[in-house]
């Protein structure tokens, strides 16, 4: 982490940069962990989560249901609803810290710096306003400097770009007259609308059908290497991350498990969880024949065993590993692993 | 699986018509198949393909508006009253999401029991539930739990261990792992798979999910917009994909490897799934298709063996002009 700098110290950004943001990760997250109440109990949904995103890079955030991805998502971009909060951590974005900030120094940010596509874009579209001026709203939302035709014919530009065609026509259409993968591409319009530095995508394309994912994942694709966008892409399909990440951080029962670039965690994975989970997802290429499945489920967020959450699933699992949560560390370089046979499996001289 | 064996289940030009805006849409449209017994036919399909509506004709929980449905030698597609309830047990449904379809204030005894007590055959209960609870690998501590007291595998287990109970001898698996995590995916898949061998259970696999699909299924039916577009045994459909839907959707399915989808040509698709009430001659998928012609806007397209020849279930068929 490069010294605080000042707003100002450097004349020649963009307004509204800070010096040197271009070095700094566009979103960095440290030790950052998010509790919920549930039945008098406390639940660790995140326990203790680092990782970063850095500019013109995309990052894939996998875990299954439990794993605290979606939790983490929230928690980055200040949505964690009480009773639920942050306990401990850090997170900045494109250097500023923003766990804490109020929600009007929220709305500076939201946008501008950092956006959000959700799963379904049914929840966050507003069924009885047409698109094309959803997208001039979000617009205006963050730069209230715009006047409302330029609104509109920027809406209709960004329209156009995400592929809902002829933009003109289709931005009077209301949002039920859209196809799924239609609606999450205005979803993709009005994250982008205003340039953000980061954008998080939890789940985009889970609930689309495999053709039109392949179009939206395209899109992402193209619109991260135009923009030069940081990508933080949440998703639980092995399939869809080794296709569009450059680096993969996988999460298990709320904690960072593994982490490294995707040939790395596809080739070389590290850790007894990640290997076990590549090794079980069927592929259209291999011959018929059983799976390779790995025993139980993951813990609930409630009822997490102590040290090594996957101690109770793994075959290499000896009595260190169920009384200490194991330090995620390097097994190479821009690679770790949080597992004590880490390196080893990482050179192939031990097999879960 | 013998040749010329009778099927178990034979579903013979089925048509069903929803009433849609403007008139009506056609979600099946003249579908026609056998599944042997011990076989497993997978029906592959995106959304709106007609995949589920099939799966419901075919369990008698919707009359279709055309074909048939003959259960072993015995048309099924009208009977009513005595003669369904004696059908019934001996075709059961596995459901995608163990969480809606359990209900959530019967145990896992109550649950597994229902259809028994149903059927009326309540004294059997006691040893059937266990039964059949062993043969899913649940252990007896838990047939007194409630669903939220299971993950997400035990519950699946539980409504396969329900759809059992009758000892049915086809079982519809309606994306019997999609709403699964991955790392429990695998566990719910091989013990299908061992259970058809143990019991020699007949299987009508609907799933959009080609790579789940390719390790469960013997025969494959791909289905767009109401329509069976190709059909093959399954090694011969993965190796050799005729129809451009097919291998649209191949093209598209992320593979888990990171070398695999760089060097992947992907096929993407232009534009969005046309609405069967659109469609009123030709093939339905042109509007999508790279290798559309004039042609295939008029002429609409039948299932045909690949190379000529009689079709036949082992054979490998498509329906469009220009296969590769």
């Known amino acids: 982490m490069s010294a605080p700098t000042r707003p100002g110290d450097r004349p020649g950004g963009r307004p509204g940069d800070r010096p040197g943001a271009d070095l700094l990760p566009a979103l960095q997250v440290t030790g950052l962990a998010v509790e919920f109440p549930v039945e008098r109990a406390l639940v660790r949904a995140v326990a203790g989560a680092s990782f970063s995103v850095m500019r013109g890079e995309t990052v894939a955030l996998v875990g299954e249901s439990g794993s605290g991805k979606s939790v983490s998502a929230l928690a980055i971009m200040g949505l964690v609803d009480p009773p639920g909060r942050v306990t401990d951590g850090e997170v900045r974005i494109g250097g500023q810290p923003v766990l804490g900030l109020r929600e009007e120094q929220w709305r500076t940010l939201r946008g501008r710096k950092v956006a959000m596509v959700f799963q379904d874009p049914m929840t966050s579209l507003n069924p009885s306003h047409r698109i094309g001026r959803q997208v001039a709203e979000a617009i205006r939302v963050h730069d209230a400097a715009v006047s409302k035709s330029d609104a509109k014919a920027r809406a209709a530009a960004l329209l156009e770009r995400v ?10 259409d209301y949002p039920h007259q859209l196809s799924g993968g239609q609606r999450q591409r205005v979803m993709i319009a009005m994250a982008i609308a205003n340039q953000p530095d980061l954008l998080i995508a939890d789940e985009p394309t889970t609930a689309l059908d495999v053709t039109t994912q392949a179009q939206v994942l ?6 991260q290497r135009e923009m030069g966008l940081a990508l933080l892409l949440i998703t639980h399909d092995l399939g869809v991350v080794a296709g569009i990440a450059d680096r993969v951080v996988v999460m298990y029962a709320g904690r960072v498990v593994e982490e490294g670039t995707v040939d790395a965690i596809f080739r070389r994975a590290a850790h007894p969880y990640t290997r076990a989970l590549l090794a079980s997802v069927p592929r259209t290429g291999d011959a018929r024949g059983a799976l390779r499945a790995i025993v139980g489920s993951p813990p609930d967020p409630g009822e997490r065993p102590p040290g090594c959450a996957f101690a109770p699933r793994c075959t290499l699992a000896e009595d260190r590993c169920r009384t200490k949560v194991p330090d995620l560390r390097p097994v190479a370089e821009h690679h770790r692993a949080a597992c004590v046979f880490g390196d080893q499996i990482a050179v192939g001289r031990l097999v879960p | 699986m013998s040749v010329g064996a009778v099927p178990l289940l034979e579903v013979e030009g089925l048509v069903q018509r929803f009433a849609a805006r403007g008139g009506h849409r056609l979600a099946v449209d003249g579908v026609s198949f056998t599944v042997q017994p011990g076989e497993t036919l997978a029906i592959v399909g995106e959304s709106g393909s007609g995949k589920s509506t099939v799966a419901r004709i075919v369990l008698r929980l919707l009359d279709p508006n055309a074909g048939r449905v003959v259960l072993d030698g015995d048309d099924i597609t009208r009977v009513t009253g005595r003669a369904l309830r004696r059908v019934r047990p001996r075709m059961q449904i596995v459901f995608q999401d163990p969480y809606s379809s359990l209900d959530p204030r019967m145990t896992v005894q109550a649950t597994v029991a229902e ?3 149903v059927a009326g055959r309540r004294g059997e209960v006691g040893a059937r539930v266990s039964e059949v609870l062993d ?8 047939a007194d739990r409630y669903p939220h007291e299971l993950s997400g595998g035990q519950r699946q287990r539980v409504g396969i261990a329900r759809a059992l109970v009758l000892s049915p001898e086809l079982l519809v698996l309606d994306e019997p792992v999609s709403a699964l995590d991955s790392s429990v995916q695998a566990q719910i898949l091989n013990l299908l798979v061992d259970l058809q061998r143990r019991l020699g259970l007949t299987y009508l696999f609907i799933s959009h999910d080609l790579a789940v699909v390719r390790h469960v299924a013997d025969r494959v039916a791909v289905m767009h917009l109401g329509r069976i577009v190709e059909t093959a045994p399954t090694e011969s459909l993965f190796a050799a994909p005729a129809h451009p839907y097919t291998q649209a959707l191949l093209s598209a399915s992320p593979e888990p490897d990171p070398e695999l989808e760089r060097q992947r040509r992907r096929i993407v698709l232009r534009g969005d799934v046309l609405d069967a009430t659109e469609v009123t001659s030709g093939c339905r998928f042109r509007s999508r298709c790279w ?12 299932l045909t063996v690949l190379g000529g020849g009689e079709p036949s279930p082992a054979r490998h068929q498509a329906a469009c002009l220009h296969p590769s």
């Open chain 2, 135 to 142: 043969l899913v690998g649940l252990g007896p501590e838990l």
């Open chain 2, 291 to 302: 290798k559309a012609t004039e042609e295939c806007a008029t002429t609409d397209p039948a």
């Open chain 2, 115 to 117: 259809p028994l007590r």
């Open chain 1, 163 to 172: 592929g809902i065609v002829p933009a003109a026509a289709r931005a009077r």
């Open chain 1, 218 to 223: 395209d899109l992402l694709r193209d619109l």
